[in-house]
């Protein structure tokens, strides 16, 4: 392992995820004009993302107007950022991960200045390795594209990179990507998404250098087991 790539709503940041579901309507409604019928439910960007690229077959066409998309969603996200409850010792946790020799990143499906403003307001914007937003010219989660331009950035495998969610569109996401999914928390979806995967996820119940440094434990133990078997 190289990389712990950290996912960031849900993870770091905690904001008010009502001003998510007012920007999703609000976008429900804009695309109508393109004769484009969508729910609010996840994975909601994906299901823009593929919406607007099977309606428009110009590529340079539909990235103008998912691009628009994201601008409509950016306003609701850093309002939604303003309010929001923070991760209490993030920097501590980078600072130790990188004196151990590894690299540290955020990838998240907000916006650019969304995701610029959360790590300022974490106070680690400065010792941040790499960071991958939707304004990254990505294809949305589930698909891989912003574990794999991370690890790209970094110059490294995805297969040594640790993406650290709290859905289960976390977990398909490195999966698909070929990294190692961990689920943060008790997110409500993480005993489905342990039923699914079973043995091959691992849970982290809070995210703290201690229980990191166990996660490391657990990790080198296996690779060392897949490397004899």
């Known amino acids: 392992m190289k990389l712990f790539l950290f996912d960031l709503d849900g993870v770091l940041v905690y904001p008010d995820f009502s001003y998510f579901k007012v920007a999703r309507r609000e976008i429900v409604e804009f695309l109508k004009q393109f004769g484009i019928s969508l729910s609010i439910e996840s994975p909601f960007f994906k299901k823009v993302y593929d919406a607007i690229h099977a309606k428009f077959k110009d590529p340079k066409i539909a990235w103008e107007i998912y691009s628009e998309v994201s601008k409509r969603i950016e306003k609701y996200e850093l309002e939604a ?8 010792g993030f920097r501590e946790i980078l600072k130790e991960l990188k004196s151990n020799g590894y690299m540290a990143g955020v990838f998240s499906q907000g916006a650019r200045k969304y995701v610029v403003k959360a790590l300022h307001i974490l106070g680690c914007n400065d010792i941040i390795d790499v960071f ?6 990505i294809r949305p989660k589930p698909y891989p594209d912003g574990i794999l331009k991370a690890c790209a950035t970094m110059g490294i495998e995805s297969r040594e990179c640790v993406f650290i969610g709290d859905t289960w569109l976390d977990v398909e996401t490195a999966l698909n990507a070929g990294a190692i999914p961990v689920i943060y928390r008790y997110d409500k979806d993480y005993k489905k998404i342990k039923a699914k995967y079973r043995e091959g996820i691992l849970v982290l119940e809070e995210l703290t250098v201690e229980n990191l440094v166990q996660l490391l434990r657990i990790l080198s133990i296996e690779k060392i087991l897949d490397e004899i078997q």
């Open 81 to 88: 950022l303003s309010k929001a409850k923070l991760l209490i």
């Open 132 to 137: 991958v937003s939707r304004d990254d010219h």
